[in-house]
DNA sequence: GCATTTTAGTAAGATATCTTACTAATGTTG
DNA sequence: CAACATTAGTAAGATATCTTACTAAAATGC
């Protein structure tokens, strides 16, 4: 739809002048990839939370479990990079999974700057319970596209942060 | 390409056997969207606040200049809805342009539930500075693919966050 | 017109994310 | 080997984001 020619009663003409360029520009904002970005981590974080309510664990939590199954042990340097947080924010989330203890962390005795991670039995049986609900919503979230148009938004995302990646200084 | 079928020496067969599922949704965890989108989001951010440096002023708090400029005078709920964002952060991004002089805040008199919104000359001379720079890295985001794929790329964003929306309870 | 409900906003607390600056341990080099 | 540089991690502080719970004001309904 065009933007409307009618205005509110109360703009005057000076008021109306300056009013229909900003329109404009607000829909361009909302078209930006920025804000559709926001809008898009908001949603996907949103379908996660709500699919593992019961399970309190958050997305960047469950990046964590994933990666430690695949990676354990691993350094806090190490996982940043696989999850590509820098290294305080990994810092704390390793701390919150810690003290929930669903990850066991001990100094690296060969390199004693290093604190290896390794899942507990604990943190190895939340993330069995965690992967089918977070591919429900995962599912669910891709639901609004047939398959060639999902496989085209995930195409293009990876191209778009593989494409951008400008390394930070984990 | 394919996953090596080299492992790491240090690995015992029972390692390898867990090891290999699980590399497999390492791999699988970094094409979900989930995973894509907060990268993505923090990529685009990361574009901005280099273009934008000087100015000193986030997506989020531009995305309000924006909209102020499109709809003041507005009360935080609205803006809030154009945003999409919760009552609580809205108050808090609000918090932070007033206390920079970026925008001013007032009881309505005829609601004085509500605190309506105006841009101050500062927060407009800031926005009118922060436009080119961020439409520059806005563009350079997008610079990783052709005309016709950015234009597939907003519109299955575009797609994505409305088939999704949930109407959060701002 | 008063009681109830709804609405706008704030408060408090949690997680995620970044930057800058610090400590401690290891590595490098003359 | 000693000085310097690099690396792993933590600390502190900022913004963004959400939830739950509270206050104050307006709207609604009997």
Same mark, same amino acid.
């Given at each position: 739809m065009a933007v409307s020619a009618r205005l509110p009663e109360d703009m005057t003409t000076k008021t109306r002048a300056r009013t229909?360029?900003?329109q404009q520009e607000l829909k361009e904002l909302q078209l930006r990839p920025g804000f559709l970005l926001r809008r898009a981590h908001q949603v996907s974080s949103a379908l996660f939370m709500e699919a593992t309510t019961a399970l309190n664990v958050t997305t960047t939590q469950f990046g964590? =479990?994933?990666?430690?199954?695949a990676r354990e042990p691993i350094d806090q340097i190490g996982i940043a990079k696989l999850m590509r947080l820098d290294r305080s924010t990994t810092g704390l989330v390793v701390k919150n999974l810690e003290d929930r203890a669903l990850i066991e962390r001990v100094t690296d005795p060969e390199d004693r700057r290093r604190? =290896?991670?390794r899942l507990t039995a604990e943190g190895r049986r939340l993330l069995q319970a965690v992967k089918q609900p977070a591919k429900a919503a995962h599912d669910r979230g891709l639901s609004v596209f047939n398959a060639e148009e999902a496989k085209s938004f995930i195409a293009l995302l990876t191209r778009f942060v593989d494409g951008n990646d400008s390394e930070r200084q984990s």
């Open positions: 229909d360029s900003a964590m =479990l994933t990666i430690l199954a604190r =290896l991670l």
